[in-house]
């Protein structure tokens, strides 16, 4: 079950808009400190951490449902690079 979500395409639109999600929320991170720190204190620890259980939830879901090709598949050089994203 786990591994046809994972080859779903929905799975990669989601992580797609993860990413996006991510970026928006580095450039409203750099604004708050251009700006004059107007994010609370914690709020982008506790983002950050979010967004990179996210991602590493995803690397260790395709690397464990992958099949064995996680690194020879024909996405291999996506999977590489995200690990070393991710690490």
């Known amino acids: 079950v786990i591994q046809a979500?994972?080859?779903?395409p929905g799975f990669d639109l989601f992580f797609a808009?993860?990413?996006f999600l991510n970026a928006i929320f580095m450039g409203i991170e750099v604004q708050s400190s251009?700006?004059?720190?107007?994010?609370?204190?914690?709020?982008?620890?506790?983002?950050?951490?979010?967004?990179?259980?996210l991602f590493t939830l995803e690397l260790v879901v395709r690397f464990f449902f992958s099949s064995g090709s996680f690194f020879c598949s024909e996405d291999y050089f996506w999977n590489w690079l995200d690990l070393f994203v991710v690490v």
């Open 5 to 8: 979500v994972v080859r779903h």
């Open 17 to 19: 808009v993860i990413v």
């Open 34 to 53: 251009i700006d004059g720190d107007w994010l609370p204190p914690q709020l982008p620890q506790v983002v950050n951490y979010v967004f990179a259980a």
